[in-house]
Nanobody
Framework: VQLQASGGGLVQAGGSLRLSCAAS????????MGWFRRAPGKERELVARITGGRGTTHYADSVKGRFTISRDNAKNTVHLQMNSLKPEDTAVYYC??????????????WGQGTLVTVSS
């Protein structure tokens, strides 16, 4: 699976951006898809994920109510709608594809990252 993220940019606080991730391969719907971010000087963190079948979502507490993850299995795409952006949302955002095992989710494929900068 190859992933191509896009949609990053510079936005003022309170603004919105929509990130997209296009995936290759015929088994896209079988993967859980996640958006991660890495802010300067911080470790990478999970922002949101969505399962392949039921589309069950999970969000980091810091983005709940502001970000929405969605997927279109017919188009092999996953999106992250980001509203009410804050300066602390500034980071490089990565999409990833993974699977679930008894011990949790593992992400096997990663996109190249797209930079989101939120100015105050």
């Amino acid at each position: 699976v190859q992933l191509q993220a896009s949609g990053g940019g510079l936005v003022q606080a309170g603004g919105s951006l929509r990130l997209s991730c296009a995936a290759s391969g015929r088994t896209f719907s079988s993967y859980v898809m996640g958006w991660f971010r890495r802010a300067p000087g911080k470790e990478r963190e999970l922002v949101a994920r969505i399962t392949g079948g039921r589309g069950t979502t999970h969000y980091a507490d810091s983005v709940k109510g502001r970000f929405t993850i969605s997927r279109d299995n017919a188009k092999n795409t996953v999106h992250l709608q980001m509203n009410s952006l804050k300066p602390e949302d500034t980071a490089v955002y990565y999409c990833a594809a993974g699977t679930y095992s008894g011990s949790g989710y593992s992400y096997h494929y990663w996109g190249q990252g797209t930079l989101v900068t939120v100015s105050s």
